[in-house]
């Protein structure tokens, strides 16, 4: 990816709590007007299930032993050194601000975990929970706690932790306060048991949801810190917190490196859902400033483990002739087809802009992108251009809607652009100088029809006479490759783009607000995409600061949309739910489409172990990788 839209330490976080966001009241699902936690009597008539999946059922059934992908024998021991951009100041994964250090997901656990190799990534093994139970129609969910489930001071893991860090992580944090909407209640029904009530019926998706809660010590955070003062949930930390995980923290250096050791009597290391996993004594996090720097890091052995998103460095950066290492078969690069997601990667318009509200002027600057040459001349024809919010994944749209899509598009004809029904959505294409002229002057024409034209050779309002110029914002200072090319395009139709290069924390707090003209976006899809979708393109997170809907889009027939994928029945439905969703915000035109690459890109020292076969929708590094002796001594 070029340019990220949210840190990723946000990432992280999202990635440990849970993939989605929850929706207040959907459309499509059954209100409830008073919800309420279900007494015992009627929690008691729906049995306890070790897992459950989002549509069908889990791949692995009661008993299971382990995950098919891993080693049981695989040894443990050996240290591998990982690499970040940037910097942390903050152990503390509540608070909405702060750098947060990467691998916390290493020390926290959630009630449920998923597996590596299942198309359903929202399936639920028990963790922290060993068995949960819900009703037909989805208003709540009980989860019972592993009896042996312990924190790293040997206390037990109890109801009590689970209430109290969802009611922090609601409170304190105002995104989660919108990702946990729909969840009103929460409170211990049992010894072990801890129920969540919905204001909603009929998202299968919820029950999912609060099984990806992050689990915190209440006892601990309510305690005194090493300093003798009352420790504070809503602020930063840099005092190791107590976990439950597979690790701890040994060593930090603040904003440069941290250290984690794996816990020896892990009280879960037996788990099905655990054997094989977590092999390594010690995994670090080293701290980089610089994109370059860390490539030559990586390439000085300075870390081991590299995922390799310059398609520049992945050519030119690794040649045998310019890294003995890799001559000397110490370090491999692996290209793995990447089957766990669809990806959208695009320049991003702000729509709340006055500007960009009309699509022809959003459709314009895409034929003013030539991705054809920029792929041949900057990223050596590694690319392809995504005409997909799920490229490269079975949810894509493609050709005519058809069939079950078909049927669900009809619904909205007349709300809907017309072309959805006519025309297949394409990308320009140019490469060279008589197909981008051609492109050129369709750009010319879409601006005309918007009531712009060329005075003196600049784009300018016809009736106001405002010249068209905007500000593509980064923070990347490697960025530039496709956004210079671009600029120069622009100019040919007599369009002045800025493209500036912020401060990282500034380019966050800009993005939050929405404070820009246009960005570069990644969205990286599930493939069992679901509430998450609000987030992204729903009317209700327009403006509320923080969302992911940077084009501002704010349309009712895409709100109906989107709960076609929520509350999709069964898979065919889901499928056919987001193509239509998909085929309908092409042809708003809301994003000018980049760039897209269906495989993994790795770079790694030669001292590990690996499944072979690999998960299938995962690389799964560290986590079922292992130290391999044999294999480090001869490196060394």
């Known amino acids: 990816m070029a340019t990220l839209v949210l840190n990723r330490r946000t990432l992280l976080l999202n990635a440990a709590m849970a993939p989605l966001f929850a929706r207040a009241v959907m459309a499509q699902g059954r209100p409830i007007d008073d919800p309420q936690i279900p007494p015992g009597e009627i929690r008691d008539a729906y049995a306890w299930k070790h897992a459950t999946a989002l549509t069908g059922e889990p791949k692995y059934p009661a008993g299971f032993s382990r995950f098919d992908y891993v080693n049981p024998d695989a040894p443990k021991g050996g240290t591998v050194r990982m690499a970040s951009q940037g910097s942390f100041d903050t152990f503390n994964p509540v608070p909405p601000r702060g750098e947060v250090s990467d691998g916390l997901g290493l020390l926290f656990e959630t009630l449920m975990t998923s597996s590596l190799d299942e198309l359903d990534i929202s399936a639920g093994y028990g963790l922290l929970a060993e068995a949960t139970r819900l009703p037909d129609d989805f208003s709540w969910v009980s989860f019972r706690l592993n009896s ?32 946990y909407r729909n969840v009103v209640k929460a409170a211990k029904t049992g010894d072990n048991e801890v129920t969540f009530a919905f204001n ?31 420790r504070d949930i809503a602020r930063g930390t840099l005092e190791p917190p107590l976990g439950s995980g597979p690790y701890r923290i040994a060593g930090f250096q603040p904003g440069r490196s941290l ?3 794996r816990v020896k009597d892990h009280w879960a290391a037996a788990l099905p859902v655990n054997v094989g996993q977590h ?78 509200k009309d699509w022809r002027v959003r459709r314009a600057l895409n034929y003013t992108f030539d991705f054809e040459t920029t792929n041949r001349t900057v990223f050596f024809d590694l690319y392809f251009r995504p005409a997909s919010y799920f490229a490269g994944s079975e949810l894509a749209s493609s050709g005519l809607p058809e069939g079950k899509e078909l049927e669900i598009l ?15 959505y394409t990308n320009p294409v140019a490469g060279d100088d008589i197909r981008l002229r051609a492109n050129l002057r369709e750009a010319l024409r879409l601006f005309k029809e918007a009531g712009y034209e060329l005075r003196d050779r600049r784009m300018v309002n016809a009736q106001t006479g405002e010249p068209f110029v905007f500000e593509l914002l980064d923070y990347n200072p490697d960025g530039g490759r496709m956004e210079l090319p671009w600029k120069e395009n622009l100019a040919k139709i007599g369009i002045d783009m800025t493209y500036r290069v912020v401060e990282t924390s500034t380019y966050i707090n800009r993005l939050r607000s929405f404070d820009f003209d246009m960005v570069t976006a990644v969205w990286a899809q599930s493939l069992s995409p679901g509430n998450e979708q609000r987030n992204y393109w729903g009317s209700e997170s327009r403006d509320r600061e923080g969302s992911r809907n940077f084009a501002g889009i704010a349309d009712p027939a895409v709100d109906k949309l989107i709960d076609e994928v929520i509350f999709a029945p069964d898979r065919d439905t889901l499928v056919a739910a987001a193509k239509a969703m998909d085929r309908v915000l092409l042809h708003h035109h809301f994003v000018v489409p980049q760039i897209f690459y269906p495989f993994d890109r790795i770079v790694v020292w030669d001292r590990f172990g690996h499944p072979d076969p690999l998960p299938e929708y995962s690389v799964g590094f560290p986590t079922v990788w292992w130290w391999d002796a044999e294999k480090a001594a001869r490196i060394r």
């Open 148 to 179: 042996r489930a312990r924190w790293h001071d040997g206390k037990p893991v109890t109801p009590e932790d689970v209430v109290w860090s969802f009611e922090k992580f609601t409170t304190i944090n105002p995104q989660n306060q919108f990702y």
């Open 259 to 261: 250290t984690y050791e």
């Open 410 to 424: 009809e619904k909205y004809r007349g709300k809907i652009p017309d072309t959805v029904f006519t025309e297949e």
């Open 279 to 356: 092999n390594f004594d010690t995994i670090r996090f080293d701290y980089y400033r610089d994109l370059t720097v860390m490539v030559e890091a990586i390439k000085a052995d300075q870390y081991d483990y590299r995922a390799e998103n310059s398609a520049k460095n992945w050519a030119t950066a690794y040649a045998e002739d310019i890294f003995p290492a890799r001559a000397r078969g110490h370090v491999k690069l692996m290209r793995i087809p990447d089957k766990s997601s669809g990806v959208m990667q695009a320049f991003v318009p702000n729509g709340r802009r006055e500007k960009f």
């Open 200 to 230: 909603v019926a009929g998202n299968r998706e919820l029950p999912h949801i609060m099984g990806q809660l992050l689990v915190l010590p209440k006892h601990w955070w309510e305690g005194t810190g090493a300093d003798g003062k009352p």
